[in-house]
């Protein structure tokens, strides 16, 4: 029977005889998929498929969906303004912004290398520092010359944005013997379980920096608020962009 085959399919075997009132917010999200499966789409569209879900059903769902059109092979398009998501089930990202495409390509070409800042800030947190370049293909922020690993199509003195995501900066006795090392004052730490989010003031380039530190024990670094903190920005993982894009 069609109908217990689709039920399964979306696992809600033997739900057959409820009510909707009688099921949960992720039932009825997966009985919405079931009927837009039930004429063997070759395409299928999902708008906005796990709004309205708590936290935890939304995790559960995400991973059963990207499961689902794994098995079924049905090529689809969704369309989600939630950027974890989007990594975590495509196969390719669409970036659009007012209508226009930013950039497309793999989760991780998307967010490790986006094509403007937009997207770098769009796809996860992202530090923008003002910058300047110099004759000697340098970044001068403030005080401090920045290297960048493999900076190109820019000119001596044009204005830029140099980016940088929290996780990638590095912190303590990581930071020892690294370029682009900064000394930094914590402003404000923020427990978020699997990591401490800092905000860092940073006097050289005369601005704040946010940081994620996700590992227990990963460095000596003492995160309270007031504390001095070595931090380096590695050149591999800088982005830059023109000033203004």
């Known amino acids: 029977m069609r109908v217990a085959e689709l039920l399964g399919t979306v696992g809600l075997d033997g739900q057959e005889t409820k009510y ?45 969906l990207r499961q689902l059109q794994r098995n079924l092979g049905v090529t689809t398009i969704m369309v989600t303004h939630d950027q974890d998501e989007a990594l975590a089930i495509a196969d390719r990202i669409v970036v659009m912004r ?22 770098a800030g769009f796809l996860g947190d992202m530090n923008f520092i003002p910058g300047t370049i110099g004759a000697d293909g340098r970044i001068t922020a403030g005080k401090v010359e920045f290297r960048v690993a493999g900076l190109t199509g820019f000119d001596p003195a044009d204005k830029v944005s140099l980016c940088i995501r929290p ?30 989010r800092l905000s860092v ?12 530190l996700r590992q227990k024990g990963r460095s000596t670094v003492e995160i309270v608020e007031g504390a001095a903190l070595a931090i380096a920005l590695p050149p591999e993982e800088l982005v830059v962009f023109p000033a203004g894009n």
């Open 201 to 212: 003031s940073c006097p050289q380039i005369g601005q704040n920096l946010d940081i994620e």
């Open 167 to 196: 996780a990638d900066i590095m912190v303590g006795e990581l930071s020892e013997d690294m370029p682009n090392r900064l000394n930094a004052t914590v402003e404000t730490v923020s427990f978020r379980g699997n990591f401490h």
């Open 20 to 64: 909707p009132a009688q099921l949960s917010g992720g039932q009825q999200q997966r009985v919405a998929l079931a009927r837009a499966l039930a004429p063997s789409p070759g395409l299928l569209l999902l708008d906005e498929p796990l709004s309205a879900l708590d936290a935890q059903v939304r995790l559960h769902l995400r991973d059963q």
């Open 98 to 119: 007012q209508g226009e495409i930013e950039q497309i390509g793999t989760p991780e070409e998307v967010f490790t290398r986006p094509a403007t800042p937009f997207v």
